[in-house]
């Protein structure tokens, strides 16, 4: 059974610091580009950032440019997002999706990634909180 869990979330004052995991079960995440999203209450769901399965290339939100960092630890089926500079709009359920090999294209030609059509596999989402 494919499936993707991530972990990490929490709730931390503004200004402050996570990482959310995303472990991949069933199949060798290193085949995937793997992205990030988020949907805050009452609004949609959105891109945060993307890896090429081999961690090449990155794409990042507007938003969250120059604060988050996605990785990947191929080895161990892991993907990572580290987050600083947490404000109270980064509130949301984060999740991990693993995308389809137009993603890898994406990414390579700089076009758009944050399609959700582009992914296959999709976790269960894990709460961030920002909140003084």
């Known amino acids: 059974q494919l499936q993707l869990v991530e972990s990490g979330g929490g709730s931390v004052k503004p200004g402050g610091s996570l990482r959310l995991s995303c472990e991949a079960s069933?199949?060798?995440?290193?085949?995937?580009?793997i992205a990030w999203f988020r949907q805050a209450p009452g609004k949609e769901r959105e891109g945060v950032s993307a890896i090429s399965s081999s961690g090449g290339r990155t794409n990042y939100a507007d938003s969250v440019k120059g604060r988050f960092t996605i990785s990947r630890d191929n080895t161990n089926n892991l993907v990572y997002l580290e987050m600083n500079s947490l404000r109270e709009e980064d509130t949301a359920v984060y999740y991990c999706a693993a995308g389809t090999s137009r993603v890898e294209v994406a990414l390579n030609y700089d076009l758009p990634v944050f399609r959700q059509t582009l992914y296959d596999h999709w976790g269960q989402g894990t709460q961030v909180i920002v909140s003084s």
């Open positions: 069933g199949f060798a995440l290193s085949y995937y580009a």
